[in-house]
């Protein structure tokens, strides 16, 4: 059976060229090829299907039934090879993705909705924390992290920057100098974000970088909670800017020293290093990768 879909194939490749040779070339095959084909197709049929000349080939009645037939069988087939490729596409199972909290209203999590609506059938769990847990162990299959990782046997893919704006409130100046130096950021107070240290970099075009260390009352376990702190005006702080931008148009925040910039903080994806090319892991950092890089 094998052996006659080829030759029907081969048969209709012949007629849509108008030669043995055109067939020959189309195919990628020898003339010799192609009329062994030919003549299998008529000896298993018992009937002739072409009319040779030295100009062109004409087909018999039979020839004409057979490439109809075979015309919509090679269209059906091809139909279903491309359905398969596509079902193999659209990706199924479980998936676990891990994020700081930071990025909720972010555009990684636009992203990451995106690349949902992309693949209806699989199911994503999202896993919003700031405690960064141990993958194997908490079957997370792909997590972003903020900040230089560690030494691991995790695979990564860095894929941005998060850019930091140097921030006060209204409320904070009705206390306090308005800095207009990087050596009046130290004379202020601060508020502290828990998981770094009391200590900002920051960048000028021109003068080049500056570390600043400052003095703090007030600590925040959250990027948003050390946000909304500053905006009551318990003292400066660097939140991510896409969580400012429109506090900052509506006055509720002031950026401070606009020329100076707050090193910004690196994302990663990171996975498991068992997980295979064609896994919805890889897909999801592929299109992570594709959208935010």
């Given at each position: 059976?094998?052996d006659e879909?080829?030759?029907?194939?081969?048969?209709?490749?012949?007629v849509?060229q108008?030669?043995?040779r055109?067939?020959?070339r189309?195919l990628n095959?020898?003339p010799?090829?192609i009329?062994?084909?030919i003549?299998?197709l008529e000896?298993?049929l018992?009937?002739a299907?072409l009319?040779r000349?030295?100009?062109?080939?004409s087909?018999?009645?039979?020839?004409?039934q057979?490439?109809k037939?075979s015309?919509?069988?090679?269209?059906?087939?091809e139909q279903?090879?491309?359905?398969i490729?596509a079902?193999q596409?659209?990706?199924?199972?479980?998936?676990t993705?891990s994020?700081p909290?930071v990025?909720?209203?972010?555009?990684y999590t636009?992203?990451l909705?995106?690349f949902c609506?992309q693949h209806?059938?699989?199911?994503?769990?999202?896993h919003?924390?700031?405690?960064y847990?141990?993958?194997?162990?908490k079957?997370?299959d792909?997590a972003?992290?903020?900040?230089?990782?560690?030494n691991?046997?995790?695979?990564?893919?860095k894929?941005?920057?998060?850019?930091?704006?140097l921030?006060?409130s209204?409320a904070f100046?009705k206390?306090?100098?308005?800095?207009?130096?990087p050596?009046?950021?130290?004379?202020?107070?601060?508020i502290r974000?828990?998981s770094l240290?009391n200590?900002?970099?920051?960048?000028h075009p021109?003068?080049g970088?500056?570390?600043i260390h400052?003095?703090?009352?007030?600590?925040?376990?959250s990027?948003?909670?050390?946000?909304?702190?500053?905006?009551?005006g318990?003292?400066?702080?660097?939140?991510?800017d896409?969580?400012?931008?429109?506090?900052l148009?509506d006055?509720?925040l002031i950026?401070?020293l606009?020329d100076?910039?707050?090193?910004p903080?690196?994302?990663y994806?990171?996975?498991p290093?068992?997980v295979?090319k064609?896994?919805?892991?890889?897909?999801m950092?592929?299109?992570?990768a594709?959208a935010?890089?």
């Amino acid at each position: 059976m094998i052996d006659e879909l080829k030759s029907i194939a081969i048969f209709s490749t012949v007629v849509e060229q108008g030669s043995f040779r055109g067939a020959a070339r189309a195919l990628n095959l020898s003339p010799s090829v192609i009329s062994y084909h030919i003549t299998l197709l008529e000896t298993k049929l018992d009937t002739a299907l072409l009319y040779r000349s030295t100009r062109k080939l004409s087909l018999t009645e039979q020839g004409q039934q057979l490439f109809k037939m075979s015309t919509n069988m090679l269209k059906t087939v091809e139909q279903g090879l491309s359905d398969i490729s596509a079902q193999q596409d659209l990706l199924s199972g479980r998936i676990t993705v891990s994020l700081p909290t930071v990025l909720i209203r972010s555009h990684y999590t636009r992203v990451l909705a995106e690349f949902c609506q992309q693949h209806p059938r699989l199911e994503v769990n999202f896993h919003f924390s700031d405690v960064y847990e141990n993958l194997i162990e908490k079957g997370i299959d792909i997590a972003i992290r903020l900040g230089d990782l560690p030494n691991s046997e995790l695979k990564s893919k860095k894929l941005g920057n998060i850019k930091r704006k140097l921030t006060c409130s209204p409320a904070f100046l009705k206390n306090n100098t308005l800095p207009k130096t990087p050596k009046d950021l130290e004379n202020v107070p601060w508020i502290r974000l828990a998981s770094l240290p009391n200590k900002r970099t920051i960048t000028h075009p021109e003068l080049g970088k500056q570390d600043i260390h400052f003095d703090y009352q007030v600590t925040a376990n959250s990027v948003e909670g050390m946000t909304q702190l500053c905006m009551e005006g318990l003292g400066i702080a660097t939140p991510a800017d896409f969580l400012v931008e429109q506090a900052l148009r509506d006055n509720k925040l002031i950026e401070l020293l606009p020329d100076w910039q707050v090193t910004p903080i690196p994302a990663y994806a990171i996975w498991p290093n068992n997980v295979t090319k064609k896994s919805a892991t890889m897909a999801m950092v592929a299109h992570l990768a594709k959208a935010i890089t």
